[in-house]
């Protein structure tokens, strides 16, 4: 047997008996670990097939409505088109979470002094690339309870992440030193923000005639995949690629509650 061995591990050969035995151990467990980790490799991107979900399309939503005086209440929601297997599978919700880059105004705010050259702070702020992380949970507004999905099905799920609420509302400053970190490795976050803004979703530009703001499409962090939109089906997740993100549309919140999703989806918006 050991002549084999020396046969099929010529660099055994020479060696006394039990360091052949401890080497051959060895090579065995490399090789049983490095089996694993390529089963793995191959496993995970599969993930979804076991799970007998996909992802067809996520079209992201600006609901608002305006209150008597003009001035808009705005929220996030999104509609996915959701492709079942052939099983019986159950949708649990949404999450979004990732990093978030801190704007010009928010390292303002952190480090900015009064008299202080404000190009200055924020070069010397963009250089450490500062950040905070997010965790988002949204909810399905069709249903206060798990979706079924039927074998073979496919369904427009409507999902709510922010409810409409008030333009001007204060979206809560990352002042805490504990929320943010930087890019450069120097600090990382000990908190992570669980409410989510509406400008941390969309880009955005001040509305002409002053009235709060209007979106003006997604925040690059939605696609490049900085912040990543899971599906929650059943006991796993279901990562939707930026590329099945659709451009926003705007809605009013009239229309996302009373109309069908497959109107909201297709007919009025594409």
Known sequence: MFAQIRDWLPFLAGLAFWPKIVVTVVVIV????????????????????????????????????????????????????????????????????????????????????????????????????????????????????????????????????????????????????DYYGFGDGSKTPKKTKTHPFLWEFFSHKARPDGKGWIPTGLRNELKDGSLSIRILVGN???????????DFKMIKFSEWAEKPVEYLFHDRYN
């Open 30 to 177: 490399i090789v049983l670990a490095l089996a694993a980790f390529i089963l793995i490799a191959i496993w995970a991107p599969k993930q979804v097939e076991t799970i007998g979900v996909e992802v067809d399309q996520v079209l992201p939503l600006y609901v608002w409505s305006n209150d008597e005086s003009g001035y808009p209440y705005m929220g996030i929601s999104l509609i996915a088109k959701i492709r079942n297997s052939n099983k019986k599978n159950i949708v649990n919700g949404i999450n979004i979470s990732g990093k978030i880059s801190l704007s010009g105004n928010d390292m303002l705010a952190i480090w900015g002094e009064d008299g202080e050259n404000i190009q200055k702070t924020l070069s010397e702020a963009s250089a450490k690339r500062p950040y905070y992380k997010v965790s988002w949970t949204g909810w399905m507004d069709d249903s206060r309870t798990p979706l079924e999905l039927e074998p073979n099905e496919i369904r427009y799920v409507k999902f709510s992440i922010l409810s409409p609420t008030f333009a001007g509302s204060d979206r809560g400053k990352i002042l805490d030193s």
């Open 236 to 246: 796993s997740e279901v990562i939707v690629h930026p590329s099945k993100l659709m």
